[in-house]
C-alpha cells in the first residue's frame, strides 16, 4: 500500500470503530472546554476530569475565575501537573477573556493562541470541537501512530498535522482527531504496540520485520 492508501484504511477501520467519538474532557461550554484542554496538558484526561468538577462548581466562567483568584484556583488542581504555571495562565487567560472578549472565548485560532498558556494544539482542539471549525490537533501521541501507520515522517507535531491534513478529508478532521487518541489508548498504546502487535498496525504493515522506532515531538 502506498500512504494515500494507508490513510484511507485507517479512516474507515477508525470510522468502524469509533462512528461517534465523544470528546473526552467534561465540560458544558466554549469556557469549560477551553479550561479542559489547558489543564489536560502533560496530564491524563482521567484526572482532569477528577479535578474540573469542583473548579467549575466554583467558576464556570471567565468572570467567576478571574473572582475566584489564582490561589484557590492552585488548591483545587494542585493533583494535576504543573499546576504552579497552570493557576497562573487560568487567572490571565480568564483576566483577558473579561477585558477584551466581554468573558467570551475568542472564535479564531489566533487569537486563542494568543491567551496565556493556549498553544497551538489546545487552541485547534477548541476551534474544531467547541466551534465545528475543521482542525487536526496533533499530540506526541498522534504523531507517534501517525509514525507508526507510514502517513508521516514528520519529525515534530507541526510536520505531522502538515501531513496528516493533506492525506485526510477536511470534513473528517475533527472526529478522526479523536478516533486516533481513542484508539491510541486501548490498541496501540506507546508500550504495548511497537507498529507490529495491534489489529490496524497489522493490517498496515503485514510483511514488517522490526519495531518502529518513533521520532520523538
Known amino acids: 500500500m502506498n500512504k494515500q492508501q494507508r490513510a484511507d484504511l485507517v479512516l474507515r477501520r477508525l470510522g468502524e470503530l469509533y462512528p461517534h467519538p465523544p470528546i473526552p474532557l467534561d465540560h458544558t461550554d466554549e469556557f469549560t472546554l477551553l479550561?479542559?484542554?489547558?489543564?489536560?496538558?502533560?496530564?491524563?484526561?482521567?484526572?482532569v476530569n477528577e479535578v474540573t468538577p469542583e473548579l467549575f462548581a466554583?467558576?464556570?466562567?471567565?468572570?467567576?475565575?478571574?473572582?475566584?483568584?489564582?490561589?484557590?484556583?492552585?488548591?483545587?488542581?494542585?493533583?494535576?501537573?504543573?499546576s504552579n504555571s497552570k493557576s497562573k495562565n487560568l487567572t490571565r487567560l480568564s483576566q483577558r477573556l473579561v477585558d477584551e472578549h466581554g468573558g467570551q472565548v475568542p472564535r479564531t485560532l489566533e487569537q486563542l493562541e494568543s491567551l496565556a498558556g493556549v498553544g497551538h494544539k489546545t487552541?485547534?482542539?477548541?476551534?474544531?470541537?467547541?466551534?465545528?471549525?475543521?482542525a487536526f490537533p496533533v499530540d506526541t501521541h498522534?504523531?507517534?501512530?501517525?509514525?507508526?501507520?507510514?502517513?508521516?515522517?514528520?519529525?515534530?507535531?507541526?510536520?505531522?498535522?502538515?501531513d496528516l491534513k493533506k492525506l485526510f478529508p477536511q470534513a473528517c478532521w475533527n472526529d478522526l482527531h479523536l478516533q486516533i487518541i481513542y484508539y491510541g489508548r486501548e490498541h496501540c498504546t506507546a508500550?504495548?504496540?511497537?507498529?507490529?502487535?495491534?489489529?490496524?498496525?497489522?493490517?498496515?504493515y503485514p510483511q514488517r520485520k522490526s519495531p518502529v522506532v518513533s521520532r520523538k515531538a
Open 35 to 47: 479550561v479542559a484542554v489547558l489543564l489536560s496538558a502533560q496530564c491524563t484526561d482521567k484526572k
Open 58 to 82: 466554583a467558576a464556570a466562567t471567565a468572570e467567576q475565575m478571574v473572582e475566584l483568584g489564582e490561589q484557590e484556583i492552585l488548591r483545587i488542581i494542585r493533583p494535576i501537573g504543573l
Open 123 to 134: 487552541a485547534s482542539v477548541v476551534m474544531a470541537q467547541a466551534f465545528g471549525v475543521p
Open 142 to 162: 498522534i504523531h507517534r501512530l501517525a509514525q507508526r501507520w507510514g502517513l508521516t515522517r514528520g519529525k515534530n507535531v507541526v510536520e505531522t498535522e502538515q
Open 191 to 204: 508500550r504495548g504496540c511497537d507498529g507490529m502487535k495491534c489489529g490496524l498496525c497489522r493490517e498496515l
